[in-house]
């Protein structure tokens, strides 16, 4: 964890990087009494062109030499021609950035050449209202991961991003060396799908199991409040809630995602955080948050990758946060919407270049709304650890599921469920509007295979 790592300089060593970084405009960081300080920007770039191989592998097992130089690679090519104008020790220890707007390592790769960035973004979807708008006896509050002003690191540094800036998580060398390759750090499972096998079985990888719900629509988005939760997993493994939106099928298969999800080997925390991820090539492409060039972000105040002010209790409070997807119909690009109580921000958007002429450049042809885990031969909690019959204060559910059809409008989602292995993970399906949560589900369970 950073907090174990910050850098201890010596005065020469620090005079030196002082001439050597005196040409950029990056404000200093806050240095506490007893001399350690978090590395700047810049500062983490020379040590990152300076690392050796050698080096990580006495400390990251067998990483190879040519997986270690294409993680560099990939870190520096990240960052290239961008200034930090603030950064800070994030909740969870690991430095966040602000980098403007117009150099986020997306608007820098040769996929959005020439991309003007959406400034004004669409309004937001009705159901970002509606789902608050009923009274219920089943009464969740709201829970973000916004900054905010005034909030400071161990260091002193405001853990905040100005306007014009947005806070990005710093995609570190030593995180990406727990992979086995770049690709294994960018790469996310899949949704799960109806791919068969020769005798016509259905196939699942064997280290993914879903508590699935889906529906085959032609749809251009799509929204859920999603009831949040730190599920228990091991160090490698992780456990989500999620929306996703598909089209296109092997290698052509694109999807948009998000939700919340618990992975301590990418994101340094036992706790559920905010994620998306996006591929155009059936997996073999894309990453999550801003981990590659894909999404452009406009909000200073939600981080990706960042966890969350609350979350639920088991038998108390219930904490949760609307997540919403929209294609703009004008310029094909796709929104990403979050809500905490009443507050609703465009969080930024998938430009309709990325799709090139595949499915979700038009629109989605299947949207889920589900709860996955991974591990092999065992994996652990989901959703809360509860199954899905506890209900109300005990089991995860997502609710007022409504999908945003292409031909236009709003409505509740007509799902259908789908479970890996009912003896390790349930769903409990309820289509509205009969509800005063719409559609919703609960979902879960404690581990797979059964003890």
């Not at 050597?20 to 404000?27: I, M, R, T, Y």
């Not at 509050?141 to 916004?146: A, E, K, T, V, Y």
């Not at 007022?400 to 469920?417: C, F, I, K, M, Q």
Request: charged share 15%; glycine share 10%; aromatic share 10%.
């Amino acid at each position: 964890m950073y907090g174990q790592r910050i850098v201890r300089f010596s005065i020469l060593l620090a005079l030196c990087f002082t001439v050597a970084c005196s040409g950029l405009d990056e404000p200093p960081l806050a240095e506490p009494a007893d001399g350690s300080r978090m590395l700047q920007l810049s500062d983490f770039l020379e040590e990152t062109a300076a690392a050796d191989h050698a080096t990580y592998l006495a400390t990251q097992g067998t990483l190879s030499a040519a997986s270690f130089n294409a993680m560099k690679r990939h870190v520096l090519s990240l960052y290239a021609g961008t200034t930090a104008m603030h950064s800070f020790l994030d909740i969870d220890d690991h430095p966040v950035d602000c980098l403007p707007v117009e150099q986020q390592p997306s608007l820098a790769s040769p996929l959005l050449r020439g991309h003007k960035v959406q400034s004004q973004a669409p309004p937001p979807p009705p159901s970002l209202l509606r789902a608050h708008a009923t009274p219920s006896s089943r009464a969740d509050q709201g829970s973000s991961n916004r900054l905010r002003p005034g909030d400071r690191d161990e260091l002193g540094n405001e853990r905040y991003c100005q306007p014009g800036t947005i806070p990005m998580r710093r995609v570190d060398l030593q995180v990406l060396a727990r992979f086995d390759s770049l690709e294994g750090f960018l790469r996310k499972g899949p949704l799960p799908g109806l791919q068969t096998d020769p005798g016509g079985q259905r196939v699942l990888a064997a280290t993914h199991r879903y508590a699935n719900s889906f529906q085959a629509i032609d749809a251009v988005g799509g929204s859920s409040v999603l009831n949040l939760w730190s599920p228990t997993v091991a160090q490698n493994q992780m456990s989500l809630s999620q929306q996703g939106y598909a089209g296109g099928s092997g290698s052509d298969r694109q999807t948009v995602e998000g939700g919340w999800q618990v992975y301590p080997q990418k994101f340094n925390t036992n706790n559920a955080v905010l994620f998306i991820f996006w591929t155009s090539q059936g997996y073999t492409n894309g990453c999550y948050n801003l981990d590659c060039a894909g999404f452009v972000q406009l909000s200073h105040s939600w981080v990706l990758g960042r966890g969350f002010d609350r979350y639920s209790v088991t038998g108390g409070e219930q904490r949760s946060f609307t997540m919403a997807w929209q294609r703009h119909a004008s310029s094909g690009d796709w929104w990403l919407y979050l809500s905490a109580d009443d507050s609703t921000t465009a969080v930024g958007y998938y430009p309709k270049a990325l799709f090139g002429k595949g499915q979700l450049a038009t629109h989605a042809t299947q949207v889920h709304f589900i709860g996955e885990t991974t591990g092999e031969p065992v994996s652990l909690q989901m959703g809360s650890g509860e199954f899905a019959a506890n209900g109300w204060q005990h089991a995860a559910y997502q609710r007022n599921v409504e999908v945003y059809p292409a031909a236009g409008g709003s409505g509740d989602a007509n799902l259908t469920p789908d479970q890996t292995d009912v003896r390790c993970y349930t769903i409990d399906l309820t289509n509205g509007p009969g509800s005063d949560w719409g559609t919703h589900f609960y979902f879960g369970g404690p581990r797979c295979p059964p003890s």
